[in-house]
Nanobody, 114 residues
Framework: VQLVESGGGLVQAGGSLRLNCAAS????????MAWYRQGPGKQRELVAS????????DYADSVKGRFTISRDNAKNTMYLQMNSLKPEDTAVYYC????????WGQGTQVTVSS
């Protein structure tokens, strides 16, 4: 199984980015998936999760109302739309199942300047 995150970059506070997660696993559609992030000097934290059918989502309080998680099971892909970005959102963002079942990918760096 390979997880490939992309879409990160440098953005000013208030800006937007859309992250992508491509999963090379045939069983992608049966797994609840999630986005995680690890900021400088911090532990990895759960940012958002989405159930297998995409019908239920959940968010960390720190991103609620600003981030939107979605998935396309036909493409084995998951997304994270991030709006109104803040400097404290600066982190490496990772995707995995809810619970971290698969081997972690390299992540994608998101840097928000003030």
């Amino acid at each position: 199984v390979q997880l490939v995150e992309s879409g990160g970059g440098l953005v000013q506070a208030g800006g937007s980015l859309r992250l992508n997660c491509a999963a090379s696993v045939s069983t992608f559609s049966i797994h609840a998936m999630a986005w995680y992030r690890q900021g400088p000097g911090k532990q990895r934290e759960l940012v958002a999760s989405i159930m297998s059918g995409g019908d239920k989502t959940d968010y960390a309080d720190s991103v609620k109302g600003r981030f939107t998680i979605s998935r396309d099971n036909a493409k084995n892909t998951m997304y994270l739309q991030m709006n109104s970005l803040k400097p404290e959102d600066t982190a490496v963002y990772y995707c995995n199942t809810l619970g971290g079942l698969f081997r972690w990918g390299q992540g994608t760096q998101v840097t928000v300047s003030s």
